[in-house]
């Protein structure tokens, strides 16, 4: 009697529907009865450069750790004050590099000798006023900075611009279409899809500027003008 009950029991949860995990999804597929033309389309769109972004710091030598990493200390404290009279905000200055290294002296057939150690204090700095950068490069030098690297030249918010070449794209993807089409004596139905495939938001490369260079009268930092591209693909259906 007992493995009836069982029996009746496995019969009659296996008849209840169970939901397993998620709902799958269903996929749209769009059928094309014409010719298919699949093809790739580019956009582009130009802006000048409103933020320059440097790494600045100083490197010390000295005989122990603890008078190498106090020297650094010292020097980068004068390298913030700079950068806060020059009106730096804290939201644009960032520590990116702390390091302490000893140093060798090195002889054939001797073991290396310990001759002191050498400390390392960068910070990665915003600057929003390009024009103002070449004048405060001087001043970090002028206040103990002996390691700058940069400026890398960007655009703060670039979601215009590249909405922009999204267009062109669009319409450059259309045009090309068209000509397609009727080389081919036909006509553009519809667009069957589009995706983004990705684009390209060019930076130059970050040259470095020397610190002899930064004393001279005056170091000018020229922002130039920057692309910005998008790439699409697109499906179109031909009649």
Do not use: C
Request: a positive charge; hydrophobic letters at 45%.
């Amino acid at each position: 009697m007992k493995h009836a009950w069982l029996a009746a029991l496995f019969l009659a949860a296996s008849s209840v529907p169970v939901a397993v995990g998620a709902q799958q999804t269903p996929t749209i597929t769009q059928t094309v009865t014409g010719t298919r033309l699949d093809l790739s389309a580019t956009g582009e769109s130009t802006r000048v450069p409103d933020v320059a972004v440097i790494s600045t710091g100083v490197v010390t030598r000295a005989v122990t750790a603890s008078a190498a990493i106090q020297q650094a200390a010292s020097r980068m404290a004068r390298v913030r004050s700079a950068l806060k009279s020059a009106g730096i905000a804290d939201r644009d200055i960032q520590t990116s590099n702390l390091s302490l290294n000893p140093e060798y002296r090195y002889v054939e057939n001797q073991p290396p000798k310990l001759t002191g150690y050498s400390a390392t204090n960068q910070l990665t700095v915003r600057f929003r006023d390009i024009a103002a950068t070449g004048k405060i490069i001087d001043a970090l030098v002028a206040e103990g900075a002996n390691q700058i690297n940069g400026p890398n030249l960007t655009i703060d918010k670039p979601e215009a611009a590249l909405d922009e070449a999204r267009f062109q794209a669009v319409a450059a993807g259309r045009a090309r279409a068209e000509l397609y089409a009727r080389s081919l004596g036909l006509r553009v139905v519809r667009v069957v899809s589009v995706s983004e495939s990705g684009g390209s938001y060019p930076v130059p490369p970050m040259p470095y500027v020397m610190a002899a260079r930064a004393q001279a009268a005056d170091t000018k930092i020229d922002p130039g003008e920057q692309k910005l591209q998008i790439n699409l693909a697109m499906t179109f259906e031909l009649q």
